[in-house]
């Protein structure tokens, strides 16, 4: 599959794309390189627009919506969504979907995404949505180009559509054999469908691309180098730019003196009210001149990591509602009649996105018109914001986001997009940001901290009958129970938050099952019970009880006994329409009692998959990834300053921290897909806590689990109270 090269900005040449994403071309101009070909438009349902987030804050998509597809001349097929690619591979199983439903080859696909001027307004790229929304909806607009195809061959051979099929990027007649190809059905014709209904799709079972393991759309470019992320953008004259930062959070600025650096050769000081930057030839000058600032702040006192999550609970973010999300019977008066009774608490530390490419944008003025490179999962988000800051109207504004190197939730925000373009405004030339990895750790927004606690209650039989959890501040997704138990209540408390804090792949789901799966096990444990038999007893989903009982048959549970220095584990559960159920072995040395997960087997089901391959790739990846903030990450903090804002201090997964890792797909063809990105991240945490406490006897009910290496019966000083 080729691409519109988006990460070619400087016009440099790839075959008949050249310059297509040069600064000044709009869609006019876009579509006359493309040539004549098809243009199919599509009204949408309601029910579409509000799923989808199209009829969100008044965006909703128009009715001339023809950017959706186009099919040139050549019968090449360019499919424009303002999904991005962010390493989640949507750009091939996007384009799977609209070959399936279009019948053309996969390779005939060139998706346009992410580009604020070439595709339509999309909310984001965030919580699983692309495959389920996203998904149909381009289905959908293949499916009715390919019957508009059909109609028009049938006029063209002058027989009767229903006799003709569609295949292979062309239409054919069996009786005659006569066919004609897609590009010779479009040659030099603009024409238009409005569908104001819903297109019969093909059935998962008759896919025939779609549902395949196809390879990674450019994977050679990401292996080889060659792929330009935002990082790698470079314009004309461009310039580089850096940013004073403050000494704290909250700070203000009591005095500033930019003699030295103004005296540094190429070095020009931008000040804009509370705005100081520096613009230089190259990015090792700029953060010299930054450095050369002398700049006084007066920073306040701010509450720390030290008795973290007291805080949390005692300062309500004032305007929430505090009524309880789930009620169902009573509680208390279970609890009074439970045979089987736990209470505990279980805390969640912040912990940082930690991208492997920093924020980075390259802003351009031509006259009023900007234009901005930059790596974001809300490009239409971003481009307000600019829209906003520079006082002009979005048309004005354009937002580019070539493939970029992982957001994980931490990249909706466009604060270095308007550094770039503050600097490129003085500048008169273009100017590229790229934060530092201090500035990433400490300016960017976090993983939300959290505190949970959780009071339940059951039968000596097994039979769960009271549930009450209450989490504080780390958020209300995922937060109810897949469990059957007849009395629960159920309540997120909206939080004070002393660092700034927002989404984050998996967000409060990781934190409610690291919770919820341990009391579980805990319960099971007082109980007498094995954890997994337990929660087959209180499972009627048929859904969750199949990952269970996948993970547990692939991973031997049941013949696996734990010892003081090997442990197992089982935790699972259900988010954004997938299901999940997850396996873990651990290993703790005899003498350090340092801990290692060294065997991971997850089952998954999310409905008809659309590409395994694919879809295995974001299981492993979530899996790993999930190692760091159940064993080791974590944010500290004090007084409005981040303590550990380098990977020298904030450990991240390394190669040798991986375990062995098994997938198991379970694939319900005659189900809808469901999306994939997040989900794999939920169970690591608890089956890893779950294993340790198999094999040593310690509950730990913190994430991380053990900041310092070891396997310790005592809480992590460093947000305990003082």
């Known amino acids: 599959m080729i691409p519109l090269d988006q990460n070619r900005p400087e016009g440099s040449s790839r075959g008949d794309r050249a310059g297509l994403s040069g600064a000044k071309l709009d869609r006019r101009d876009f579509m006359k390189v493309l040539g004549g070909g098809l243009l199919v438009c599509f009204t949408p349902t309601l029910a579409w627009a509000q799923e989808s987030g199209h009829a969100f804050g008044g965006h909703e998509l128009p009715k001339d919506v023809g950017a959706w597809l186009h099919i040139a001349v050549d019968g090449r097929v360019t499919v424009f969504t303002g999904k991005v690619e962010v390493g989640q591979n949507i750009r091939t199983s996007l384009a799977q979907l609209v070959a399936e439903e279009l019948r053309v080859p996969f390779d005939a696909i060139t998706m346009t995404m992410g580009d604020t001027d070439l595709t339509p307004w999309d909310m984001g790229t965030f919580g699983s949505r692309t495959t389920p929304t996203m998904g149909p909806q381009l289905r959908t607009m293949a499916a009715a180009a390919r019957q508009l195809l059909v109609d028009m061959a049938a006029e063209r051979l002058k027989v009767d559509a229903t006799g ?7 239409v054919t007649d069996p009786q005659s054999t006569r066919s004609i190809t897609y590009g010779g059905l479009t040659r030099g014709e603009k ?33 080889t180098g060659k792929h330009k992320y935002p990082s790698d953008i470079t314009r004309p004259e461009m310039l580089f730019g850096a940013v004073l930062r403050a000494d704290g959070f909250n700070a203000t600025l009591v005095s500033i003196d930019t003699t030295a650096a103004e005296k540094l050769p190429g070095v020009k000081v931008v000040r804009d009210e509370e705005f100081t930057g520096v613009i230089a030839p190259d990015s090792f000058t700029a953060q010299r001149g930054v450095a050369a600032i002398q700049a006084k702040w007066a920073v306040p006192a701010q509450p720390s990591n030290q008795g973290l999550f007291e805080y949390l609970k005692a300062n309500p973010e004032t305007g929430q509602d505090e009524g309880p999300q789930h009620v169902a019977g009573s509680v208390k008066d279970a609890l009074l009649g439970a045979d089987v009774k736990v209470e505990e608490r279980y805390t969640i530390a912040y912990i940082a996105h930690a991208p492997l490419e920093p924020r980075a944008a390259v802003a351009e003025w031509n006259g009023d018109k900007l234009t901005v490179w930059t790596g974001t999962q809300r490009p239409f988000g971003v481009r ?3 829209a906003q800051a520079f006082h002009l109207p979005a048309s004005e504004v354009r937002v580019i986001q070539p493939d970029m190197g992982s957001g994980y939730g931490g990249k909706h925000t466009g604060e270095a997009a308007i550094e770039a373009a503050r600097l490129a405004r003085v500048a008169g030339k273009p100017v590229k940001v790229v934060w530092t990895r201090s500035e990433e750790m400490t300016w960017a927004y976090f993983r939300p901290a959290g505190l949970i606690e959780i009071k339940a209650g059951a039968r000596h039989d097994g039979t769960l009958i009271a549930w009450e959890h209450h989490n504080y501040n780390s958020g209300p997704a995922a937060i109810t129970t897949p469990y059957n138990v007849a009395n629960q209540l159920i309540q997120y408390h909206a939080s004070n938050s002393p660092l700034r804090q927002g989404s984050y792949r998996g967000l409060a789901s990781t934190a409610n099952h690291f919770a919820r799966e341990c009391h579980m096990d805990a319960i099971a444990h007082a109980a007498g019970i094995g954890p997994l038999e337990f929660r087959l007893k209180n499972i009627t989903d048929p859904r969750l009880q199949a990952v269970f009982q996948a993970a547990a048959n692939k991973f031997g549970w049941g013949h696996l006994k734990s010892s003081p220095e090997r442990g197992f584990g089982i935790a699972g559960g259900v988010d954004k329409g997938g299901y999940v159920a997850t396996c873990a072995e651990v290993e703790i040395d005899p003498t350090s009692k340092r801990v290692h997960i060294r065997r991971v087997v997850q089952a998954w089901e999310c409905g008809a998959i659309v590409n395994p391959d694919g879809l295995n790739n974001q299981i492993t990846g979530a899996i790993v990834q999930g190692i760091g903030g159940a064993l080791f990450e974590r944010i500290l903090f004090a007084n409005g300053r981040i303590l550990n804002p380098h990977f020298a201090q904030y450990r991240v997964p390394r190669f040798s921290d991986t375990p062995q890792i098994e997938v198991v797909l379970i694939n319900r063809k005659d189900l809808p897909s469901a999306g994939a990105g997040e989900t794999g991240l939920v169970g690591l945490a608890p089956a890893a806590g779950n294993a340790i406490f198999a094999a040593s006897g310690i509950r730990l009910c913190e994430m991380p689990l053990a900041p310092q290496g070891a396997v310790t019966r005592e809480a992590d000083p460093a947000f305990q109270s003082s």
């Open 384 to 386: 307000d914001e600019l």
């Open 164 to 170: 003709l099929t569609a295949a292979d990027g062309r």
């Open 191 to 223: 024409l238009v469908k409005v569908i104001a209904g819903e297109e019969a799709l093909a059935k998962a079972v008759d896919w025939k691309i779609a549902g395949k393991a196809v390879a990674k759309a450019h994977g050679r470019d990401f292996v």
